[in-house]
């Protein structure tokens, strides 16, 4: 990933958002579709030894069937890539136009997080082309190497002539593979059982590590003693928290603010304010002065809305404007909460969605047609949490 000056339009932090923790959510999860759950894990037509860490080699997933098992109580150790990675060439087959089916819900071992996640990117994965696929393999390749040798199997068989429950369970054995190598990294976080998952340590995972999250760096300066600081950073996934949103009201705004809007304005403030961990020197306490602003530019990146705080609106696209290139990032997916449940919508085209949730018909996607952004904002009786956008090459 690679740092992109940003070039603020004139026309026109840090925070912790909810990620899926107990507080979040209720304590209570409905009760699923019995009849339409799947949990026979002995019928699964997929065995762990068919998925290999790379299609050119033996290698296996970190925690499968390795002789280095990493040890429970290692915490937050991202797993070891062998050797340097380098872009697998394969055959890009798209997502079939009909999603058939995805993940079923586990009720003894909750894996609505995972089924979110997952399902998400195998929706954008199956999308996009080549060149997509192997910037997101590369920007996270621990990570999304493997993950993406899962979606490749899931594509290879979308064709064959299975039927639903079958199909259904190599999607669920595919995501469990996925949330043990996640699980395995940090077991004190991502606990098995009845739990809920944090969505965002897992995004974070998959935009390239533990530690990972959409930010903007901020280039300081000291007007006194000529202090610098080149790496100020500023969280862009929780912009819409109000403590974020309210110094960037103006009159007559109305209650729910697109976010292309909140977002051109945040960038718009902090090209010329110090974020607020970095306002005064460390040298001389004088008042630090902004030199430049500065965007990770990645395949991918994410927006949380706070549960509860619905005030902003998911804009289809959303453009940052830059000195050598105008970026477009395009909505690609949006995980819902409610009643401790996370779903999701994924998108087809302009104006029609996959609703996918795995407690329903084997984790059956049903199509749905959007035609205003308002709409996208709550998903049956759940409301809008996590917004992904997608870069570049991801069809529409």
């Known amino acids: 990933m690679e740092d992109i000056e940003l070039l603020i339009d004139s026309g026109d932090g840090e925070g912790t958002g909810s990620d899926g923790s107990q507080e979040d959510l209720q304590d209570q999860v409905p009760p699923p579709d019995t009849d339409n759950i799947l949990l026979d894990m002995d019928n699964i037509p997929l065995g762990v030894d068919d998925i290999l860490l790379d299609p050119g080699n033996t290698e296996m997933l970190p925690g499968e069937d390795s002789e280095d098992e ?22 890009n087959r798209q997502l079939p136009s009909n999603l058939e089916v ?6 003894d071992d909750y894996s609505c997080a995972f089924d979110a996640v997952f ?9 996009s082309d080549q060149i997509w696929r192997n910037t997101w393999k590369g920007e996270s390749p621990q990570w999304n190497v493997p993950l993406g040798n899962l979606f490749d199997l899931l594509l290879s068989i979308a064709t064959n002539n299975y039927s639903p429950r079958e199909h259904s369970s190599w999607f669920s054995r595919c995501r469990d593979i996925f949330r043990d190598q996640v699980t395995e990294s940090n077991p004190g976080i991502f606990r098995r059982g009845r739990y809920f998952d944090p969505v965002s340590d897992i995004l974070q995972r998959v935009l390239g590590g533990s530690n990972a999250e959409p930010l903007a760096r901020q280039n300081l300066v000291c007007p006194g003693c000529g202090a610098e600081k080149h790496d100020a950073r500023l969280s862009l996934s929780y912009l819409c928290l109000p403590f974020n949103l309210n110094p960037l009201r103006q009159n007559r705004d109305p209650d729910v603010l697109p976010l292309q809007l909140v977002l051109a304005r945040y960038l718009q403030r902090y090209s010329t304010e110090p974020g607020l961990p970095y306002q005064q ?25 706070k549960a509860g705080e619905r005030l902003v609106l998911p804009s289809l696209e959303i453009r ?7 970026q477009t990032y395009t909505l690609q997916a949006i995980i819902y909460l409610g009643a401790g449940h996370f779903t999701t919508r994924m998108r087809k085209g302009p104006n029609t969605w996959w609703n996918y949730d795995g407690m329903r ?5 049903r199509l749905e047609v959007i035609t205003t952004e308002e709409e996208l ?12 956008y997608c870069r570049g090459n991801c069809n529409n």
């Open 281 to 305: 020197c460390h040298v001389c306490q004088a008042v630090l002065q902004v030199r430049s602003l500065h965007l990770l530019e990645t395949s991918w990146t994410w927006f949380e809305l």
């Open 70 to 91: 990493t040890s429970s109580e290692l915490t937050d150790e991202e797993p070891d890539v062998v050797g340097d990675w380098d872009p697998v060439t394969v055959e």
């Open 119 to 127: 399902m998400a990117f195998y929706s954008m994965y199956g999308r």
């Open 320 to 326: 940052y404007s830059l000195l050598d290139a105008h």
């Open 377 to 388: 904002i709550r998903c049956d009786d759940r409301g809008a949490t996590f917004l992904i």
């Open 102 to 107: 995805g993940c079923v819900w586990d009720p």
């Open 361 to 365: 018909q084997f984790g059956k996607p």
